[in-house]
């Protein structure tokens, strides 16, 4: 009787490839969450600069002129002007003292502004929303998460305790006396 002789394998099994197939799959979802958070973060610290350049240019536009800037506009078009062209909103529609800006780096910037001293600067995500935190600057510089629609413009700061809490390792209370 003859000897069959088994022909060497070229190529690749079924499994072999499925699995392989696998494991690119679930190495290209790892990745590309994580290239779209990053790009969130960035985002993210870019719009809380635009809202310290923003809160820098009112301030100086407040000492030059004893009031605040009642749009993009006058920031834009002072002489020298404290921001570029870029800033100027295009939204007719908004409600008095709530100015829009187009989309910067992701985000859109709205000025709330209650009267000569108070005012607070929105930055609103234009990209990702949902995904993105909103961002809000008081007139103090003061950064924080959210619109702050539910503050008044200026968050009360906190306040002190009434009497400091006792030292680690000592009673609240003294002992009583013998």
């Not at 000025?111 to 007139?139: C, K, L, M, W």
Request: proline share 12%.
């Amino acid at each position: 009787m003859a000897k069959k002789y088994l022909k060497p394998r070229i190529g690749f099994t079924l499994i072999e490839l499925i699995i392989t197939i696998g494991i690119i799959i679930t190495l290209a979802a790892l990745s590309i969450t994580s290239l779209v958070r990053s790009k969130i973060i960035a985002s993210e610290s870019a719009a809380m600069e635009s809202l310290k350049t923003l809160q820098t240019a009112f301030e100086y536009y407040r000492l030059v002129n004893n009031s605040h800037p009642q749009t993009f506009n006058d920031l834009c078009e002072a002489n020298p002007p404290y921001l570029d062209s870029s800033w100027i909103g295009t939204d007719a529609d908004a409600p008095p003292g709530i100015l829009n800006s187009p989309a910067i780096k992701g985000y859109s910037f709205e000025i709330a502004s209650s009267g000569n001293d108070n005012y607070r600067i929105v930055a609103h995500p234009a990209q990702f929303e949902g995904i993105a935190r909103e961002f809000y600057i008081t007139q103090n510089g003061e950064i924080f998460e959210g619109t702050g629609e539910s503050l008044p413009a200026e968050p009360e700061p906190p306040g002190l305790p009434d009497e400091p809490p006792p030292p680690d390792g000592l009673p609240d209370e003294p002992p009583p006396p013998m």
